[in-house]
C-alpha cells in the first residue's frame, strides 16, 4: 500500500484527508506542530495501527531522520487566514514551509507532492467562473502572494527533480471540524450575542463553497488517475454561489433564533469583509469534471450541513 505523510494532518482538510487515505489502506504520517490543530481530530485513526505522528515544525524540520521513504507528500499545513496582514506570517508558513517540505520531499525521495492552494490566488477575476490558465494572476492579499509563490516553488521542484505534483486551488471548504471561516465566525458571535450579528463588509461577497467529502474525494480522485503530466493546477470548487448575507439568514434559520438585528460593517474598498477580501469567488470545475469528478453538494446545500455539523459539535443540535 502507498504511503503518505499529511502535514497538517490534526487539522480540517488534513484529518479528513488522513481519514480517507487510511480508509483505502495507506500507511500515513502526520507532521503538525498544532498551531490550529486538534489531536481529537485524529485520535479515532490511529486504531487503524497505520498512523504515525511526528509533532514538528513544517519551516524548520529535517524528516531525513524520521522517514525513510514516502510515496505522497500532502501538504496542508499553512497559516490558513486570509484576514492576517502580517507579512512575515505568511512568507514564513506559506512559503519557507512549503520550501521546507519540498526540501524534505527531495531528500526522502518522495515521488508525489500535493499543495493545498486557494482561489484567492486569482485576485478579483475578471472571469467568472475563473479557470485554471485565467491570468495574469494578481492575488489581492498577502495569503493569495504566498500560496501562489509556493504554487511556483511545487511546480519548479517537479521540473528540476523529477518528482509529480498538483497544486489545488481550493474554493471554501467546509464540514466538521472546522477551525475558522464565516460559519465558525457567525456561530461563535450568535452564541455570545443571539440578538445581534455583526457582519463584515457590505454582505453581497458572492463565493463558492464544497463540502469537505467532496473536497477530499476531488483531490484523491485527481491523485490516483494522475499521469502524462509533470505538474498540474486544478480547481476544486462548486458551481454555484452563496452571499454572506444569505449564509447569515441560514446560520440564524439553523440556530433556531429570531428577530436577529444584522448589522453590516460596511467593509472596505466597495463592501469587502477585510483588506484583501475577493468579493466574488466562483471556480471553473470544468477540468477536473473531465477526469470524471463532480461534487455531491451545491455550495448551499454544503453551507446547511457545515452549520448543522458545527452546532452537533457544540452540542446545539443533537
Ligand atoms: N479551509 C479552506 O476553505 C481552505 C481554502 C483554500 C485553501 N486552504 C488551505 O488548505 C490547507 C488546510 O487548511 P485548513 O482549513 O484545514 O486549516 P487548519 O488550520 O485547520 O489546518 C492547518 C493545519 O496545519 C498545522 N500547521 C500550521 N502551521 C504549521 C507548521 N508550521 N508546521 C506544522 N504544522 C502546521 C495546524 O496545526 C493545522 O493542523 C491550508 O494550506 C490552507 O491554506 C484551505
Same mark, same amino acid.
Given at each position: 500500500?502507498?504511503?503518505?505523510?499529511?502535514?497538517?494532518?490534526?487539522?480540517?482538510?488534513?484529518?479528513?484527508?488522513?481519514?480517507?487515505?487510511?480508509?483505502?489502506?495507506?500507511?500515513?504520517?502526520?507532521?503538525?506542530?498544532?498551531?490550529?490543530?486538534?489531536?481529537?481530530?485524529?485520535k479515532?485513526a490511529?486504531?487503524?495501527?497505520?498512523?504515525?505522528?511526528?509533532?514538528?515544525?513544517?519551516?524548520?524540520?529535517d524528516?531525513?531522520?524520521?522517514?525513510?521513504?514516502?510515496d505522497y507528500?500532502?501538504?496542508?499545513?499553512?497559516?490558513?487566514?486570509?484576514?492576517?496582514?502580517?507579512?512575515s506570517?505568511?512568507?514564513?508558513?506559506?512559503?519557507?514551509?512549503?520550501f521546507?517540505?519540498?526540501?524534505?520531499s527531495?531528500?526522502?525521495?518522495?515521488k508525489?507532492f500535493?499543495?493545498?492552494?486557494?482561489?484567492?490566488?486569482?485576485?478579483d477575476?475578471?472571469?467568472?467562473?475563473?479557470?485554471?490558465?485565467?491570468?495574469?494572476?494578481?492575488?489581492?492579499?498577502?495569503?493569495?502572494?504566498?500560496?501562489?509563490?509556493?504554487?511556483?516553488?511545487?511546480?519548479?521542484?517537479?521540473?528540476?527533480?523529477?518528482?509529480?505534483?498538483?497544486?489545488?486551488?481550493?474554493?471554501?471548504?467546509?464540514?466538521?471540524?472546522?477551525?475558522?471561516? $464565516?460559519?465558525?465566525? %457567525?456561530?461563535?458571535?450568535? @452564541?455570545?450575542?443571539?440578538? &445581534?450579528? =455583526?457582519?463584515?463588509g457590505? +454582505?453581497?461577497?458572492?463565493?463558492?463553497?464544497?463540502w469537505?467529502?467532496?473536497? $477530499?474525494?476531488?483531490? %484523491?480522485?485527481?491523485v490516483? @488517475?494522475?499521469?502524462?503530466? &509533470?505538474? =498540474?493546477?486544478?480547481?476544486? +470548487?462548486?458551481?454555484?454561489?452563496?452571499?454572506?448575507?444569505?449564509?447569515?439568514?441560514?446560520?440564524?434559520?439553523?440556530m433556531?433564533?429570531?428577530?436577529?438585528e444584522?448589522v453590516?460593517?460596511?467593509?472596505?474598498?466597495? +463592501?469587502?469583509g477585510?483588506?484583501?477580501?475577493?468579493k466574488?469567488?466562483?471556480?471553473?470545475?470544468?477540468?477536473?469534471?473531465?477526469?470524471?469528478?463532480?461534487?455531491?453538494?451545491?455550495?448551499?446545500?454544503?453551507?446547511?450541513?457545515?452549520?448543522?455539523?458545527?452546532?452537533?459539535?457544540?452540542?446545539l443540535?443533537?
Amino acid at each position: 500500500m502507498p504511503s503518505a505523510l499529511v502535514t497538517g494532518g490534526a487539522g480540517f482538510i488534513g484529518s479528513h484527508l488522513v481519514d480517507r487515505l487510511l480508509g483505502e489502506g495507506w500507511e500515513v504520517t502526520v507532521l503538525d506542530n498544532f498551531s490550529t490543530g486538534n489531536f481529537e481530530n485524529i485520535k479515532q485513526a490511529f486504531k487503524t495501527g497505520r498512523l504515525k505522528i511526528i509533532i514538528g515544525d513544517a519551516k524548520i524540520i529535517d524528516l531525513s531522520g524520521e522517514l525513510e521513504s514516502i510515496d505522497y507528500v500532502f501538504h496542508m499545513a499553512a497559516n490558513p487566514d486570509v484576514r492576517e496582514i502580517t507579512p512575515s506570517v505568511h512568507f514564513q508558513e506559506n512559503i519557507s514551509a512549503t520550501f521546507n517540505i519540498l526540501e524534505c520531499s527531495r531528500k526522502i525521495g518522495a515521488k508525489f507532492f500535493v499543495f493545498a492552494s486557494s482561489s484567492t490566488v486569482y485576485g478579483d477575476a475578471l472571469k467568472l467562473p475563473t479557470p485554471e490558465d485565467y491570468g495574469p494572476l494578481k492575488p489581492i492579499s498577502l495569503y493569495g502572494a504566498a500560496k501562489l509563490a509556493a504554487e511556483g516553488l511545487v511546480s519548479s521542484y517537479c521540473y528540476t527533480f523529477g518528482m509529480t505534483g498538483v497544486s489545488f486551488r481550493l474554493a471554501n471548504i467546509v464540514g466538521p471540524r472546522l477551525t475558522h471561516g $464565516v460559519i465558525y465566525d %457567525f456561530i461563535n458571535k450568535l @452564541r455570545e450575542n443571539p440578538k &445581534r450579528l =455583526e457582519i463584515l463588509g457590505d +454582505g453581497t461577497q458572492k463565493k463558492s463553497y464544497v463540502w469537505i467529502e467532496d473536497c $477530499v474525494e476531488a483531490m %484523491f480522485h485527481v491523485v490516483k @488517475r494522475f499521469k502524462d503530466s &509533470r505538474y =498540474e493546477v486544478y480547481n476544486i +470548487g462548486s458551481e454555484d454561489w452563496v452571499t454572506v448575507s444569505e449564509i447569515a439568514d441560514m446560520t440564524i434559520e439553523l440556530m433556531g433564533l429570531k428577530n436577529v438585528e444584522k448589522v453590516f460593517t460596511g467593509g472596505v474598498n466597495g +463592501g469587502r469583509g477585510w483588506i484583501g477580501d475577493v468579493k466574488l469567488m466562483n471556480l471553473d470545475i470544468s477540468k477536473i469534471r473531465s477526469t470524471g469528478w463532480k461534487p455531491k453538494y451545491t455550495s448551499k446545500e454544503a453551507v446547511k450541513l457545515a452549520i448543522e455539523a458545527r452546532l452537533r459539535e457544540l452540542g446545539l443540535k443533537p
